[in-house]
C-alpha cells in the first residue's frame, strides 16, 4: 500500500511558506504578497522520486488572527516544516514559539524541519550559523536555507524530507487524507543541480 504523509508549514506572516509551497508544485514564484486565509487546501498530492511516498501539503495563516485554527492541523501531520525569513529576526525568534505548539500537539512522533527563506537577499540578519545552532537545540530533524525565489535548495528541502519519512512511525498517515479535498497527483522530479544546490551529504541533521 502507497504510505501518504502530511506536512504543515508554519512561520510568521510573510516568511514565505506559501511561496515555498508554489515553488516545489509549479517551480513558479510570484512577489506580489497575497497573505493566506485560514488554512489553505490547495494541498497537493506528490511523489517524490521514483519512491513510493506521497506528501500533502499544509498551508497556513501566519497572521496572529488565524493562529486557533493552526493546531488542530498540526495534530494529525507527520512533518512540521517551520520558516522564518533570514532577513527578519522576529520571524526567528518566534521560530521556539512555533516548535512548542508542534511538541504541545504532536509529541514526539513528528519530523521537525527548520527552513531559512529569502536566502536570495542581501540584507541577511540571521545567519546560517544561528539557524543551525537553534535546530540544533530544539531538536529540529535538520535545518536548511532556502530561496523560493530562485529556487534554491526547495528541491533538496523535501527530498531530505523524503529520506527521513520512512523511519518515521506512521500510524495515522493512511487516514490522514481522507475526507479532505480531492487533490491533483503531481509528479515532482527532485533530481537536483549540484552546482547550484547544497551539498547534501554535508548537512548536519
Ligand atoms: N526575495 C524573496 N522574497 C520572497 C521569498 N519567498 C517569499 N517571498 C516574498 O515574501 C512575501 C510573502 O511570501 P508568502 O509566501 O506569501 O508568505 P507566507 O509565509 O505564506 O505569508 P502568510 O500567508 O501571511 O503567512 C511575498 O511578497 C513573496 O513574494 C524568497 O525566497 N525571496
Ligand atoms: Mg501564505
Known sequence: MLTKYKIVFLGDQGVGKTSLITRIMYDTFDSHYAATIGIDFLSKTMYLDDKT???????????????????????????????????NKESFNDVTKWFNVVKEERGSNVLVVLVGNKSD????????????????????????????KNGYNVKNLFKKIGKLLPELQNENADEALDGKPKDTVQMIDVSVNQQN?????????
Open 121 to 148: 537577499l542581501d540584507n541577511k540578519t540571521i545567519t546560517n550559523e544561528e539557524g543551525e545552532t537553534l535546530a540544533k537545540k530544539l531538536g529540529c530533524n535538520f535545518f536548511i536555507e532556502t530561496s523560493s
Open 197 to 205: 544546490q547544497e551539498n547534501l551529504d554535508s548537512c548536519q541533521c
Open 53 to 87: 511516498i506521497r506528501l500533502q501539503l499544509w498551508d497556513t495563516a501566519g497572521q496572529e488572527r488565524f493562529r486557533s485554527l493552526i493546531p488542530s492541523y498540526i495534530r494529525d501531520s507527520n512533518v512540521a516544516i517551520i520558516v522564518y525569513d533570514i532577513t
